[in-house]
């Protein structure tokens, strides 16, 4: 049987503290009201969300409604010619209709190809436009810390001198490098963090409290 955590138990027993005793003696129905009432008074002693979790919080929201990649040309062809294939191959399953479509798109010549490369091309286009409208509306993001500061500057040249290496692999090596490195050198790139989060508490005071 697994027992519940110390943390649980303690918990439950607090929660049955808070109970009233007519709890112990009332029917069901009386027993899920007084649950229900306690659970609506718990809800209201939570502690209100820091600047900072609220900031988190109103990206995340944000971020539901943020533009959608367009389809490729491939899946534009796929959306065009699948109710005709569906019809002709009502049997077929799904990836035995995506096998399909992946053999005829092979067979398309380029020119054949180009109405849906073109337009894709132009559904880009918009999509990158009204990207970069959808990020002005972002809450803002916190400067990058020191480490992640170093690891934007040498993060290429330790991808190219290990190609093979996974993703994984490649930030074990920058940690190594960022631990051999000097302390005069990683100070630096305090102080560069320092200064970017002092330029950003500065521009968004209403989020600079954690």
Known sequence: ????????RQFIVRSFQLLPRSYFHC????QWQ??????????????????????????KDVLKQAPKRPMTAY?????EIRPGMKKENPDLKTTELTKL????????SEQ??????EQYEKDFAEYQKE???????????????????FTKDVRSSVVDAHPDATFGEISTLVSQKWNSMEESKKEEYHDLYKKQLKEWEDA???FSKN
């Open 1 to 8: 049987m697994l027992l519940p955590s110390s943390v649980a």
């Open 75 to 79: 899946l534009l062809y796929c959306k």
């Open 204 to 206: 968004f005071p209403e």
């Open 112 to 117: 054949a190809r180009k109405p849906f490369v």
């Open 27 to 30: 029917g069901p129905i009386a």
């Open 101 to 108: 479509f992946g053999e005829k798109w092979s067979e398309l």
């Open 34 to 59: 007084a649950s229900f009432t306690l659970l609506k008074s718990v809800k209201k002693q939570a502690k209100p969300l820091t600047p900072n979790q609220s900031r988190l919080n109103a990206r």
């Open 131 to 149: 990207k970069a409208a959808f990020e002005k509306t972002l809450p803002p993001k916190k400067p990058a810390a020191p480490f992640f500061l």
